[in-house]
T-cell receptor
Framework: GQSLEQPSEVTAVEGAIVQINCTYQ??????LSWYQQHDGGAPTFLSY????GLEETGRFSSFLSRSDSYGYLLLQELQMKDSASYFC??????????FGAGTRLFVKA | EAQVTQNPRYLITVTGKKLTVTCSQN?????MSWYRQDPGLGLRQIYY???????DKGDVPEGYKVSRKEKRNFPLILESPSPNQTSLYFC????????????FGPGTRLTVL
């Protein structure tokens, strides 16, 4: 079957750095995306990696290793507003997209 | 304003009563999708469409129908809703480019009694 694994919860303090890992097992792979979702809101796009390496967008970075079927989202200089759920998602053939179950990030003062 | 809209936002219905959730985007995107979100399961893709008159099944298509007669609209149809379709539903669209950024609608919370 196809699956994505990510930790269910992560807790960090304001100003710190946190890494959320995602391993995937899918038939077909086009790219790995990350989304943020606040309680009661819709998912919003953070980043996309189609090739191996690191993509940086402001305080957020995302990494992909296709040979290891692994990626991570790195959040730097954590702020209280970063408390949310984070989802990794793999796009396989066509436009089929599989999401992980999500990681709930708690940022403490 | 560029956006994806869904209607209704909230719906309580009874088993077997056909319903349609509408989805519309004003960004001229080729791709559109429907997802359901359940606690602990993340988002699961129901159906997706790569362009007008082109649709395909996602991971959980049973009990749902879709159509894509116009580029901007992608309605989700539940012909005979059942309680296990109680969920939070999201419509999403994205352009055909290398970034694969999906834009999500605000969600529709459906309860089937």
């Amino acid at each position: 079957g196809q699956s994505l694994e990510q930790p269910s919860e992560v807790t960090a303090v304001e100003g710190a750095i946190v890494q959320i890992n995602c391993t995937y097992q899918t038939s077909g792979f086009y790219g790995l995306s990350w989304y943020q979702q606040h309680d009661g809101g819709a998912p919003t796009f953070l980043s996309y990696n189609a090739l191996d390496g690191l993509e940086e967008t402001g305080r957020f970075s995302s990494f992909l290793s296709r040979s290891d079927s692994y990626g991570y989202l790195l959040l730097q200089e954590l702020q209280m507003k970063d408390s949310a759920s984070y989802f990794c998602a793999v796009t396989t053939g066509g436009f089929k997209t599989i999401f992980g179950a999500g990681t709930r990030l708690f940022v403490k003062a | 304003e560029a956006q994806v809209t869904q209607n209704p936002r909230y719906l309580i219905t009874v088993t077997g009563k056909k319903l349609t959730v509408t989805c519309s985007q004003n960004m001229n995107h080729e791709y559109m999708s429907w997802y359901r979100q359940d606690p602990g399961l993340g988002l699961r893709q129901i159906y997706y469409s790569m362009n007008v008159e082109v649709t395909d099944k996602g991971d959980v298509p049973e009990g749902y129908k879709v159509s894509r007669k116009e580029k901007r609209n992608f309605p989700l149809i539940l012909e005979s809703p059942s309680p296990n379709q109680t969920s939070l539903y999201f419509c999403a669209s994205n352009p055909q480019n290398q970034y694969n950024e999906q834009f999500f609608g605000p969600g529709t919370r459906l309860t089937v009694l």
